[in-house]
């Protein structure tokens, strides 16, 4: 089995509607991330949460919430879905160790479409 | 703030043929730098990184990545590229203020026979 798995891997939605991405980890890391990819954009950070209770916002947090329900799970929400969320969404975990020595792995991503 | 800058949106190369993929930099520091490969249909898997010491790094798959301060650069190499090697790059740097990775936009990796 996978060791970050995301749900669903494609979503459609409307403009308007709320939605959540699930993430889960077996890898028992402390750390979480939840990445946009934009074609010729690279990725960007959307939120980061460094333990169960400590969530912090990225680059482009701006429409976007999330939750972090267990050391194992980190969702996030459009709370009102438009058009231009319409990206491929990752999310990504690592541990607790010394600054960057410990990898970034990231999950499989959400394909997203609003209409 | 950092930066990563990936001047190749796209490059196609000769299987066998070697590999060179730019990347330059904007840090204050010393930097934390990484390469990314996304495979079709894929996450990101890290090939290797680089936070000190010896400034040829070797990494998974065959590729290595050169740091080079006076360039502001971290290219990444591969000798000879199979067909498999076909994805996109990503360059990344590391803040170590607040522990974020910044990417690269990225280059696409075209292998033709």
């Known amino acids: 089995d996978a060791d970050v798995t995301q749900t669903p891997r494609n979503r459609i939605t409307k403009t308007g509607k709320r939605i959540m991405l699930e993430c889960s980890q077996t890898?028992?890391?402390?750390?979480m991330y939840w990445y946009r990819q934009d074609p010729g954009l690279g990725l960007r950070l959307i939120y980061y949460?460094?333990?169960?209770?400590?969530?912090n916002k990225g680059e482009i947090s701006d429409g976007y919430s999330v939750s972090r329900q267990a050391q194992a799970k980190f969702s996030l929400s459009l709370e009102s879905a438009i058009p231009n969320q319409t990206a491929l969404y990752f999310c990504?975990?690592?541990?607790?160790?010394?600054?960057?020595?410990?990898?970034?792995?990231f999950g499989p991503g959400t394909r997203l479409l609003v209409l | 703030a950092q930066s990563v800058t990936q001047p190749d949106i796209h490059i196609t190369v000769s299987e066998g043929a070697s590999l060179e993929l730019r990347c330059n930099y904007s840090?204050?520091?010393?930097?934390?730098l990484f390469w990314y490969v996304q495979s079709p249909g894929q996450g990101l898997q890290l090939l290797l990184k680089?936070?000190?010491?010896?400034?040829l790094v070797q990494g998974i798959k065959g590729f290595e990545a050169e740091f080079k301060r006076s360039q502001s650069s971290f290219n990444l190499r591969k000798p000879s590229v199979h067909w498999s090697d076909a994805a996109e790059y990503f360059c990344?740097?590391?803040?170590?203020?607040?522990?974020?990775?910044?990417f690269g936009t990225g280059t696409r990796l075209t292998i033709i026979p």
């Open positions: 990504a975990t690592s541990g607790r160790g010394v600054r960057f020595q410990e990898t970034q792995y």
């Open positions: 680089y936070f000190s010491g010896d400034t």
């Open positions: 949460s460094f333990d169960v209770k400590d969530i």
């Open positions: 890898k028992g890391h402390d750390r």
């Open positions: 990344a740097v590391g803040d170590f203020g607040n522990e974020k990775l910044t």
């Open positions: 840090y204050g520091a010393t930097p934390y």
